[in-house]
């Protein structure tokens, strides 16, 4: 035998050795059983499937866009099916959110999900969600929940199975090397939690507290960093009422739970990724042409691939609903019913308070009591899908009395958050998916703790509320800081001294004792993260909303929209689509007014003059991408200036930037020391600088057109293709919001946050309206996972969705067998 | 002439049926082994280079076809490059060629003797 051929047979069996001697190749070289034979997994599903043990029998419809209708003659039969259909869609992501919420996030994704674990860990989110289950299951009253919970959790897992034993498992599997662990119902309630994380929680009391340090309490005033006075509220306390003169009966938030438990994590806010702002509103009867409220939503949060909602209507004997739900849950999260319709947006009130003490000897001091904190260990397994191995790494959890001790750089806090004890959020959910009236809707918000919401709601009786009502902690023994201009009472803006007792939670306030509209006098009702109320009768909860940018637009686009006639829902349409940035206009504004006109500057100043005569963010103007670079760059330099570092920018609101340079202008020696030396016309200028060089190459010297530079980028967390890639219109506070992940020389400025689904009801029908960035297949290799997107989102138009529409015959049937 | 089609149709057939229906990743070692006895008697025993060639060129084509056959081509060449590179694509082209085409070689050496 030849030297060739012995070197060949050699060569050969270690070629062929390679997939063992390498797993992570084979997801690579397996055309069938690796990545690319998750194209064989079917989107839709067909045939009679006999589920042993099921009571009653459920049908589903898929309609053209994938969307599945499901009826059925039980509530079990109809949860299990919820809970196999969305297992069939998006199973992988389903997987993802529970680990989040877990804390066992790296046991599928690897090291990159270490300090999302750690978070969650630390914070004690499995034992409350392990809590929560205890609490449904031991309750009589809360029965159905408990069984509608075990039927999801049931068609998942037998999905799983018939996925597993088809080859049918996602792509992300295929590439991990690792197969989905079976369902539990805990995991559908840590879908709760995942939320309460991404919206709730924040370290704004730690942002403030460094600035206090770094510049002195009076910067609270002088910026107006607690009472907002700049800020536009959604509604009037002279239209408000006690929820508890609406609702009826015990608050269940205040004695069936009790006060959170606690939490703590490393200092960085790791799921501001996620976005949390969202526009709301409802229109009266009144002033709608259908002579029934209409009411629209969309909630601004992560523009993933998969999409973070799927659309799916319910029919069983117990509810009747259209509309999303996270991937997980199995009731609508926001949608409609045939009698009422609701939204959310995020209160972006504070739900978090930081403890310090005196430390000796390891112990720390607590109303004159030396004290040892508890310890608890927790061990995290890793998953390597290089070497299809795990490690371990173990977290050691130190708590005080008031509970998990967030450790970093030599300095400690104890942490409480309401997001991170056991809470009913699945059981408030629920019941407005049953929900026939607005009072009804009211009614189920005394099972909701976290993440608190802006809730509006209509039913087809034509009444109409807002609550912005949920869990929010009473504080007892609160400190009084001095201030140049007075006293002011340390709220929970700022972390307290633990050591003497100051801001003890004592449970949370009644929720009889919040105010809420209900049929008021005004016509309509928008919520878009600002303050809720615009006097006291909010009793002062919260601080750091978001701007009054988008509540003032949606406002202003309401009434000239109502000036010119009854609202309908291309109304509606029309201002979600609203890419109309006041934001960028007020900072155009200032930079106008701070930069000297010299020959280096008259040109682009005259450019922002320009543009706000016509202030347009649509994809072909030529000056947003001046106006967008160079706000971002000034927003960034100032804040740098009083903070140290670009850091946690996001806190620095724009109408903390106004203030400061109010007081500038007047002449304000704080104003001035803030700056550290520098002014504001000089940091206007050398961002101009910066933006100018950012433009130059980026458009390669070529015309600057917005939205070559601000696109969408729709990414898939695992498997890192992007969906998108189109022109982006609107901005940072555009109603239709686009805010950029940055503004960079060589990516531009890509858009990953933004409306993650609209809908639009109205009650005089039976339709509900929707467009969702992506589709409802979290399938990359489906037609099916970006079709809403392209169809509908992107281009302005609205999926429809028929609750009363009769349906073909059924796709798939699941019956009870023997 | 003939022979040769007939191989090279067997071959990727074969390649083919191996790769869908064994567990992985023993389809992914065995088929370029079977097909790769197929490429040798297309190649005949009259050169080693024709007989790696022919091996190759089953190994590759019966992996696009596979991929054309999943409908999965374009997508599955774009996650393969985004998540590991120019290599995303190449190496499984590369394995499943050069795979077959030296285990050609090794069966060309058994037929000659």
Not at chain 1, 118 to 134: D, K
Not at chain 1, 223 to 231: A, G, V
Not at chain 1, 325 to 347: C, E, K, Q, S, Y
């Amino acid at each position: 035998m030849s030297r060739a051929v012995v070197a060949s047979s050699i060569l050969v069996v270690a070629l062929i050795a390679l997939p063992v001697a390498t797993p992570a190749l084979i997801p690579f070289l397996d055309p069938v059983n690796g990545l690319p034979g998750a194209a064989l997994v079917p989107d839709r599903y067909e045939g009679s499937f006999s589920i042993v043990g099921l009571r009653g029998e459920a049908r589903v419809y898929y309609d053209e866009w994938l969307v599945p209708h499901i009826e059925a003659t039980s509530d079990e039969a109809g949860f299990y099916t919820v809970g196999w259909i969305s297992a069939s869609l998006r199973l992988f992501q389903m997987d993802l959110y529970r680990r989040v919420a877990l804390g066992n996030l790296s046991s599928l994704i690897g090291a990159a999900g270490l300090e999302s674990d750690r978070l969650s860990l630390t914070l004690g989110l499995p034992q409350a969600v392990e809590e929560t289950w205890r609490m449904i299951e031991s309750s009589p009253d809360l029965s159905g929940i408990a069984s509608a919970l075990e039927a999801y959790s049931r068609g998942v897992n037998d999905y799983i199975e018939y996925a597993k034993s088809n080859g049918l498992l996602p792509a992300e599997y295929r590439v991990l090397g690792l197969e989905p662990e079976p369902w539990r119902p805990i995991h559908s309630l840590s879908i709760a939690k995942l939320l309460s994380l991404m919206l709730a929680w924040d370290t704004d009391d730690l942002v403030l507290n460094e600035l206090v340090r770094r510049h002195g309490p009076d910067i609270i005033v002088n910026l107006d960093m607690i009472n907002r006075t700049r800020n536009v509220a959604h509604a009037p306390c002279s239209e408000a009422v006690m929820l508890g003169s609406i609702i009826l009966g015990e608050t269940v938030n205040a004695t069936l739970l009790p006060p959170s438990s606690s939490l703590a994590s490393k200092l960085s806010s790791i799921y501001s990724i996620w976005g949390d702002a969202s526009n709301n509103w409802v229109v009266s009867p009144r002033v709608s042409g259908s002579g029934k409220p209409l009411l629209a939503n969309d909630p601004h949060l992560a523009l993933t691939a998969p999409p973070i909602w799927l659309i799916l209507h319910i029919k069983t004997p117990s509810i009747n609903v259209a509309g999303v739900t996270v991937p997980g849950v199995p009731f609508i999260v926001i949608g409609r019913n045939l009698d009422v319709a609701w939204g959310f947006t995020n209160v972006g009130s504070d739900f978090v308070d930081f403890y310090y003490y005196v430390w000796r000897d390891g112990k720390y001091l607590y109303r004159g009591e030396w004290l040892e904190p508890t310890t608890r260990e927790y061990s995290i397994m890793v998953w390597n899908p290089a070497s299809r191995g795990y490690t371990e790494e173990k977290i050691v959890v130190r708590s005080t009395i008031h509970g998990p001790l967030l450790e970093e750089n030599g300095e400690a806090f104890s942490v409480k958050f309401t997001g991170a004890g056991p809470s009913l959020e699945v059981v408030f959910i629920y019941n407005l998916n049953k929900a026939k009236t607005v009072g009804e809707a009211l009614e189920a918000q005394r099972y909701f703790i976290s993440p608190v919401q802006n809730l509006v709601v209509a039913d087809s009786s034509g009444n109409i509320a807002y609550s912005p009502n949920g869990g929010y902690p009473a504080r007892t023994n609160l400190p009084v800081i001095e201030t140049s201009k007075g006293m002011i009472v340390n709220t929970g803006f700022l972390p307290f001294n633990g050591s003497r007792g100051e801001g003890e939670w004592e449970g949370f306030i009644p929720l009889e004792d919040l105010p809420a509209l209900y049929n008021p006098n005004l016509p309509f009702i928008a919520t878009a993260n600002s303050k809720p109320w615009n006097g006291s009768c909010g009793l002062g909860l919260g601080w750091n909303y978001a701007d009054r940018f988008r509540t003032l637009r949606i406002y202003d686009l309401l009434r000239d929209a109502s000036s010119m006639g009854p609202l309908s829902v291309d109304d509606m349409f029309r201002i979600q689509l609203d890419t109309r940035d006041y934001s960028l206009e007020a900072l155009a504004s200032i930079l106008a007014s701070l930069t000297p006109r010299d020959d280096e500057t008259r040109e682009y100043v005259d450019m922002l003059m320009q543009w706000l005569q016509d202030p347009s963010t649509d994809t072909d103007d030529r000056i947003a991408p001046l106006v967008l670079a160079w706000s971002y760059y000034f927003h960034g330099s100032v804040w740098e200036k009083l903070y140290g570092s670009t850091d946690n920018r996001y806190f620095f609101k724009i109408e903390h930037l106004e203030a400061l340079v109010d007081g500038y202008l007047r002449g304000e020696e704080w104003a001035s020391s803030y700056l550290g030396g520098s002014t504001l016309e000089e940091l206007a200028l050398s961002s101009l600088r910066e933006a100018l060089s950012t433009l130059d190459s980026f458009f390669g010297g070529g015309e600057w057109q917005y939205g070559r530079m601000h696109f969408y980028r729709i990414t898939n967390p695992v498997l890192k293709t992007d969906i998108a890639g189109d022109p982006a219109a609107g901005g940072p506070y555009s109603v239709n919001v686009a805010p950029p992940n940055g503004v960079d020389a060589s990516v531009g400025a890509p858009v990953s946050i933004g409306p993650s689904v609209r809908l639009v009801s109205d009650l005089s029908t039976s339709v509900l309206y929707i467009a969702l960035p992506g589709g409802e297949s979290g399938n990359p290799f489906s037609k099916h996972y970006s079709d809403h997107y392209e169809g509908f989102w992107l281009t302005g138009r609205y999926y429809t969705l028929d609750m009363e529409e009769g349906h073909g015959a059924a796709s798939l049937v699941f019956h009870g067998g023997g | 002439m003939v022979r040769g089609i007939v191989a090279a149709v067997l071959g990727v057939a074969l390649y083919t049926v191996i790769v869908y229906l064994l567990p992985s990743p023993l389809n992914i070692m065995v088929a370029p082994l079977v097909s790769g006895v197929i490429a040798s008697l297309w190649a005949g025993s009259s050169s080693l280079l024709k007989a790696f060639l022919a091996g190759t060129c089953i190994g590759v084509t019966s992996y696009l076809a596979l991929l054309i056959y999943t409908g999965s081509l374009p997508t599955a060449l774009a996650i393969s490059l985004e998540l590991a590179g120019p290599l995303g694509v190449v190496v499984p082209l590369l394995y499943h060629g050069v795979a077959t085409g030296l285990a050609s070689v090794a069966a060309s050496g058994v037929i000659r003797r």
